[in-house]
């Protein structure tokens, strides 16, 4: 039996051991927290791939062979698509659910082009997201209200009405809001026409421009186009544009993203602004 996800074809003892994970797998609350961090920290957001011009395939064969078998990292799609089967394969529930960026309460929203996952743990309902980029490190409990602090930074899973939810992050002071999202049934179909549209796009912001992102515990580094910005929870940050001769140093080693030497060549080359 084939599952609609191919959840089946994941090399799973590959996908724990790139996550560095050798300890308990049973599907617990504590587990599924445990395997969220490493994921963030081992394998980058990246869209590298649309830059060279290969464009993104979210099937689960060829998200394993990048993320699992290259080392390389990806984004939001590939990210949830072998978060989610790994999931699955260790007994987690799993829904996966597609999010407006910026949420659903702006005058002029935009489309649905993150994913996100609604989790069963301990008898209990969890955001995972470990493909946002600049986002969580850990799960979120829907049940439990209030703030969340997560190393330095502090999150919230918010009810915007019947269904409804939204991710905020405190930013010096105030609540911003990464994304909203419902209960709606998201297939596998679904995913393949968002990422198409999110890496096809013209006036998409992965399109025309290198986009990077690692997020830990007192740190925030992006590398957008050649700016590169690091941030930290007290709102201080430090920006600078990176030079032609440090940008491979920077994505191996910064974003531990493995590049031969023909791709660094293109992506020094590459446009440094979208458009």
Known sequence: MTSEWDIERLDLGAYLRRIGH???????????????????????????????????????????????????????????????????RLGFGVERMLARIGGEDVERPRA???????????????LADVGFGSGLLLPMPFDVAGPHAQGGWTFELA??????????????????????????????????????????????????????????EDALQRLVGRTFTLERPDGSAEEREVADDELADMLRGVFAIPLDEDEVRRLTFAPRTAG
Not at 163 to 181: C, I, K, N, P
């Open 22 to 88: 050798d300890g308990d797998v049973a599907a617990t609350a504590q587990t599924l927290a445990v395997l969220h961090r490493a994921h963030v920290a081992s394998i980058a957001f990246e869209n590298l791939d649309i830059v060279l011009g290969r464009g993104i395939a979210v099937d689960l064969d060829s998200v394993q062979a990048k993320l699992v078998e290259r080392g390389r990292g990806g984004y939001c799609y590939e990210h949830g698509v072998l978060f989610a089967a790994a999931l699955e």
């Open 159 to 216: 009810a915007t009405g019947a269904g409804s939810w939204a991710v905020r992050e405190l930013r010096r002071g105030e609540w911003v809001t990464h994304y909203g999202f419902g209960e709606q049934r998201l297939h596998a179909a679904d995913v393949v026409m968002a990422s198409h549209f999110t890496a096809t796009f013209a006036r998409s912001p992965f399109v025309g421009k290198l986009v990077v992102a690692r997020r830990d």
């Open 112 to 126: 649905k082009t993150h994913m996100a996952l609604r989790v069963q743990a301990g008898g209990a309902p969890w």
